[in-house]
């Protein structure tokens, strides 16, 4: 079944080179596999990576030589639409995705930190893989007074991504808590860790170019699937 919220499959695979780069795995000066032995190793067509790594070029991460290949670009920006996004698989890197599993409107429950104005919020509960591994669950709770509603067949995997085309609402800078805590009781498979296991944990809020605070999440991860990282320059 297609997932309503998957971004196109070029932005996939841009995204997938982006962590690698940020991760290490491709390193300036390198040079990528073939074009045609990239796209059969990823299972897509040939015009689908060559607009990603079109992208990726205009984005001044790859040089591409007529008749010698694509290189990786030292000094580039490598923040990519995942720029805030700190899982990565254990070995480094994996595409995130997301599929959704609920999203509600509510009344801000007791116990969560001070965020927004409104006394509701919307709760998204999603489940990440990173690269087809099932690697965290999260909640996430946007504040009200930011959309009247969300329909699941209007989000994107990437939330942030939906909220500046959709609502205008650009996230600027996130403050996270990393900690441990217990799977909570409304995951279940594929996710590997039953409710009431102890896991990594990850408490964030989420500020607007504004400075105001507009989403509280958190996010239980799988430390023998992800890790939490954070790259300082």
Request: glycine share 10%; with cysteine; aromatic share 8%.
């Amino acid at each position: 079944m297609t997932n309503p919220t998957a971004l196109p499959k070029y932005v996939q695979i841009a995204e997938t080179l982006i962590r690698d780069m940020a991760a290490g795995r491709l390193i300036a000066g390198e040079r990528l596999p073939p074009e045609r032995r990239m796209a059969d190793d990823m299972g897509i067509a040939v015009g689908t990576l060559r607009k990603a790594l079109s992208d990726l070029a205009d984005r001044g991460l790859l040089e591409r030589i007529q008749g010698s290949g694509n290189y990786v670009k030292s000094g580039a920006d490598t923040s990519g639409i995942y720029a805030f996004f700190r899982l990565e698989l254990v070995g480094g890197g994996g595409l995130p995705t997301a599929e959704v599993i609920s999203v509600a409107t509510r009344d801000k429950p007791a116990g969560l930190p001070a965020f927004g104005t409104s006394d509701h919020g919307h709760r998204i509960r999603r489940l990440r893989r990173l690269s087809g591994t099932p690697a965290a669950v999260e909640e996430i709770w946007l504040d009200g007074g930011f959309a009247r509603s969300l329909r699941v067949e209007e989000l994107s995997e990437s939330l942030y991504l939906y909220y500046r085309k959709r609502l205008g609402l650009w996230i600027a800078r996130a403050e996270d808590q990393v900690g441990v805590s217990t799977v909570p009781d409304w995951a279940g498979p594929p996710f590997a860790l039953a409710p009431s296991t102890t896991c990594g944990y990850v408490e964030r809020i989420a500020r607007a170019d504004t400075g105001k605070s507009a989403e509280f999440s958190r996010t239980w991860f799988d430390p023998q699937r992800a890790r939490y990282v954070a790259r300082l320059k």
